[in-house]
């Protein structure tokens, strides 16, 4: 209840903007109540980190089940793809507020301590994991990581929390917004990443 009404605050204001009354009057509960359980305001950010990081580990091991008996082919198959890139939105749509909050608090935050550039690099850790399995070649690693990055997730994570609100002010229809961007990703996954990061053996 308490992490509930904090996410939406500080979505809504800002962690700086956000007030310690305003959680506890969206929670129901008096401000004394949340000191009892969090030491302060920071505190109440660092349990929702952890909280979205456990989440992300959750969601990794589920995906690592789904397709660990695909083969290469299966793996590129375009509805096997598509079913990967909808969980991947399915995740981050359900955390959509509080990545919000981590993506703006990245810029703040001292390289040591940043929940989002951890986030990061258990995608990347994710998808060589995913070529290895594949019994893929990555040709560069640092080419691999920023490409990952750069290329894939950031694009991804902003359109899935800027997309609703740039398809309202131009008058497009999100639905058909990212079935366009799914099918851009494909086509970058398919003729970027397949030809210049890294090789799959499809024999």
Do not use: C
């Amino acid at each position: 209840m308490i992490l509930d009404a904090a996410t939406a605050v500080f979505a809504e204001k800002g962690f700086d903007g956000a007030r310690v009354d305003e959680i506890a009057r969206r929670a129901g509960v008096n401000k004394a109540l949340i000191y009892y359980y969090f030491e302060s305001k920071d505190k109440i950010l660092e349990e929702l980190m952890e909280g979205i990081i456990k989440d992300l580990i959750e969601f990794k091991e589920g995906l690592a089940i789904f397709t660990e008996d695909i083969n290469p082919r299966q793996f590129f198959d375009s509805q096997i793809l598509d079913e990967i890139l909808r969980k991947y939105f399915n995740f981050a749509r359900k955390h959509r507020p509080l990545l919000n909050i981590i993506m703006t608090e990245a810029m703040k935050e001292t390289a040591s301590k940043n929940v989002f550039f951890q986030m990061l690099n258990m995608f990347v850790e994710d998808n060589m994991n995913r070529t290895k399995m594949l019994k893929g070649k990555i040709m560069d690693y640092e080419s691999f990581r920023i490409s990952v990055i750069f290329l894939a997730y950031m694009p991804m994570l902003n359109f899935i929390t800027l997309g609703e609100k740039w398809a309202e002010y131009n008058g497009v229809d999100y639905a058909t917004a990212e079935d366009k961007y799914l099918q851009i990703f494909k086509n970058l996954y398919y003729n970027y990443f397949l030809t210049e990061i890294f090789r799959i053996d499809f024999d």
